[in-house]
């Protein structure tokens, strides 16, 4: 099945051109599916759209017969929205709020979900259901790869963007699988246009597609470049993060899944990656524009702060946009620069950062201070803590900012792998896979990513046993990580959504996971399927019921 490649290439010349002048965009001129892909170069290009859905527009749009979708990594409606917005980090939005869809999901309510249309996309509407559909789209990308002729495509060079193809495909599997749990997909190039697998709408089994994940991530940490000469290219120690992090979320069900993301450390931890340790606050560096892809950068979504937001212009991150308030000025009331002296005010702090999320850092964590409790109006007020519940709902996250007038486009990277996550990952890895307390290399990876934010080690009571230690280790990916857009899927691994939405929003999750929305039951149904619209962990139940007991 070929007719897909006729739009295919049209987001080609997007693709290409949709990072920050490190992927240089070309013109391949007039073809047809007859003669394309026809060389080394029309292959490479090909592989090169499945990155579409990992880069920073508002939105892309894969043709007439395709929903139009947001990325993954756009703030306004991708991983943000649905593992940050949803998670403990954030306290519902409730004041001056745009809409009842916002606010039910800031309340990690999600019975509006399933309202959720295909063709009709914005911010209301964060719908990432219709990317089942693209899996299908990767895996014949995928087929047409392996069936490259050597004569154009030599093996290794074959096998190489294979790695990245799936790599890609193994995240948007990932990210459909810790919003929606089990989709049904598409992932061998023989039944892309199989009637009968194309129309088997049921949820596979949790370990059929964690196999699938794991191993699209393992053949591209077999394949996929060391080192890329275009930044922004995912790498083989990006594959191995991502692999890492699966082996994490699936272990419990996955036999030796524990040891293999030990394993994974073990092969990352090469010299080539440190905790940034510049400045007087490093942490707070590390995420400023100067600094980006720095030592502690595995990977990242590459921005260009001279974008605009148009999808042919470049990667963004308008993340700040979200996060200030509508109403924020650029000059105290003793005409001193406020934090938003460039920017000035957002649309509405979308974000924001939960007040008793704040509270649980401990004194002195240089991490908090990214984060902006108190800020001087453009009426001439000043809004403090004291003025939660009345005048605002969260606190300011002030991690990426704005240091260029490009708003809503500023050039910080966006995140995707960091060292000090991995730190964190193996220390877990070794707990999960033990059973036991912590070894003192365990403890050792904790603190040393403590130390960075001018804390001493972890207290003995956190120490003792595996339980406790893992209690603390959440904790602290929580300070270390939030708004990087993975904590529902900590809280998840950890079982602990429910209690920890509840003690820091005060609401419980209506659902682990979000609902499919109904338009993909009924059609399910029309084929005879039965698509179960809602789906959850072992354990999920434990999880709700102690939530309820605090």
């Known amino acids: 099945m070929r007719k897909p490649l006729l739009y295919l290439l049209i987001v080609a010349a997007f693709v290409t051109a949709a990072c920050e002048k490190d992927f240089d965009p070309k013109i391949y001129g007039v073809f047809t599916s007859a003669n394309y892909p026809g060389s080394a170069s029309d292959y490479q290009t090909l592989m090169m759209t499945c990155y579409t859905p990992f880069t ?110 799936r790599l890609c495909r193994g995240l948007h599997m990932y990210n459909l699988l810790n919003t929606y749990g089990p989709v049904p997909l598409i992932t061998n190039p023989a039944d892309v246009s199989n009637t009968e697998k194309l129309t088997n709408a049921v949820r596979p089994p949790l370990d059929e597609i964690s196999r699938w994940i794991y191993d699209d991530f393992d053949f591209a940490v077999k394949n996929v470049a060391e080192v890329q000469t275009e930044r922004g290219r995912y790498t083989a120690d990006y594959a191995r993060v991502c692999l890492m992090r699966h082996c994490l979320n699936e272990g419990y069900h996955m036999d030796g899944w524990y040891k293999k993301a030990t394993e994974l450390f073990t092969e990352l931890d090469n010299g080539r990656y440190s905790l940034f340790m510049q400045g007087t606050n490093p942490y707070a560096e590390m995420f400023r524009e100067a600094n980006d892809f720095n030592c502690e950068i595995i990977m990242a979504v590459s921005c260009d702060p001279s974008s605009t937001g148009n999808s042919r212009e470049g990667n963004m991150n308008p993340f700040m946009m979200l996060a200030v308030p509508e109403n924020a000025a650029k ?68 991690k990426f900012p704005a240091e260029t007038p490009t708003a809503p486009c500023w050039g910080n990277d966006i995140p995707l792998a960091r060292w000090a996550d991995v730190l964190l990952m193996s220390a877990e890895a ?11 290399t365990a403890i050792d990876a904790v603190n040393a990513v403590r130390a960075r934010a001018g804390l001493s080690g972890l207290p003995a009571a956190a120490t003792g046993n595996a339980e406790k230690f893992l209690d603390a280790l959440l904790t602290e990916r929580g300070h270390e990580l939030f708004y990087e857009g993975i904590r529902k899927i900590d809280l998840i691994r950890f079982n602990q959504y429910a209690q920890r939405c509840k003690k820091c929003k ?36 434990e999880d709700y019921a102690a939530a309820k007991k605090l």
Not at 430 to 440: C, F, G, L
Not at 506 to 534: R, S, W
């Open 331 to 398: 000059k105290d009331d003793l005409g001193n620069p406020t934090p938003f002296s460039i920017m000035g005010a957002g649309w509405g702090q979308t974000y924001n950062l939960s007040p008793k999320f704040f509270d649980t850092f401990e004194p002195g964590d240089k991490r908090a201070e990214t984060i902006v409790t108190s800020y001087y109006t453009t009426g001439g007020v000043w809004i403090r803590p004291q003025d939660i519940g009345t005048k605002w709902d969260g606190y300011i996250v002030n």
């Open 430 to 440: 070794e707990v999960r896979m033990t059973k036991s307390a912590p070894s003192q």
């Open 56 to 165: 920073t527009p508002w939105t892309y749009y894969l043709g007439a017969s395709r929903a139009n979708q947001h990325p993954w990594y756009i703030p306004e409606g991708g991983v943000l929205k649905h593992f940050e917005y949803t998670s403990d980090t954030m306290a519902p939005w409730e004041i001056g709020v745009w809409s009842q869809n916002y606010r039910y999901l800031s309340q990690a309510n999600f019975n509006l979900t399933v309202y959720y249309v295909r063709d009709y996309l914005h911010a209301d509407n964060p719908n990432h259901y219709p990317k089942t559909r693209e899996v299908t789209r990767f895996t014949e990308i995928i087929g047409i790869l392996q069936d490259a002729p050597e004569s154009v495509l030599p093996e290794a060079t074959k096998n190489e963007l294979l790695g990245e193809a």
């Open 506 to 541: 005060g609401t419980i999750p209506t659902h682990q996971y979000l609902p499919i929305p109904n338009y993909a039951v009924d059609e399910a149904e029309a084929l005879g399927k039965e698509l179960d619209q809602t789906w959850s962990r072992e354990g999920w139940s």
